[in-house]
């Protein structure tokens, strides 16, 4: 089955070819992020017109890529949740138009399980169940995926995304936009206990977590320093927070090999591709005799092969849309039918 996946919910327009959930026959990206670096973030109208801009290329693009016509299509697949109101809507009109035109079903699927499904593309041995880890700008859960379309969410950031955190630390320190990845490079040459910052403690539900402290600590810090006419030590600053990220991550997913039994851990979204993050699960999951399934990078960030990889499962469980789909700012990943 080759489903024709759209995703436009943040700073990325994509549209990719997945056949079967599992092999992606083209994935074609049209990068935003050099347009809102000047921002320092991502400008929400700004985002939803270059999606209209970029969409119907990208489509072109990947029958063009693959050589398949409108006939070998089986059906359209979108993000419809989570997202940039305004830039989830343009993705969900644009599949809507084409489902209607080709005549064909319309699948629907929530973001951060296109996030996990990653992982099915990276990965063909794994299948549910597993425990996963999904650490994205907007989004920190640690999920039970008992199956392709039934997950049970152990816990949840209480506050800020992990990435989020690392975007405004970041930001602070004049790196530009997103920040994740500068900060995770300028931590490999930095001393992680020069400076001390705090880790979530466990609360009434121990896997849910809390990043806002975590930010502010590092915040007040550089702001404090650059007040008294300090010089930060970037690098040290950048080791030592992301070591205290990883140091709230890493515990709860032990804990919840141990409490659940379950083998298996995957990682998905865009703080999953930091380094120092990737070693210390490694390590932990090595001494419990748990497998690690991480996927490459590129398919880390935000893609539409992952949301076509989803999107087979959803449309083997039932869960197709009709023409009233409509696109939500936010939506839980448990799910509901749309
Ligand atoms: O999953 P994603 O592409 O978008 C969302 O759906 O949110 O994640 C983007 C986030 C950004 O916050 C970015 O700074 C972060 O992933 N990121 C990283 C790294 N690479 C990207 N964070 C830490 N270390 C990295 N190497
Ligand atoms: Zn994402």
Redesign the pocket.
Known sequence: MNILAVES??DETAVAIVRDGREVLCDCIASQVALHREYGGVVPEIASRKHIEAIYGLADQALRETGLTRQDIDAVAVTYAPGLIGAVLVGVNFAKAAALAMNKPLIPVH?IRG?IAANYIACPELKPPFLCLVV????TMLLNVKDYTDMELLGTTLDD?A??C??KV?RVLGMPY????A??KAAQQGDENKYVLPRSKPGENPYNMSFSGLKTAALNLIHHAEQVGEQIDIPSLCAGFTAAVSDTLVPRVVRAIEETGCKKIAVA???A???RIRGDLLAAAEKLGAEVFMPPLKL???NAAMIGAQAYYEYLAGNVADMSLNAYATKSILGEKV
């Open positions: 919910s943040c973001h996030h994205s700008g907007g989004h995304a990435g989020e690392f975007d970041g997103p920040g994740g990845a900060v995770d979204g865009g703080v591709a930091n380094s880390c960030g935000d």
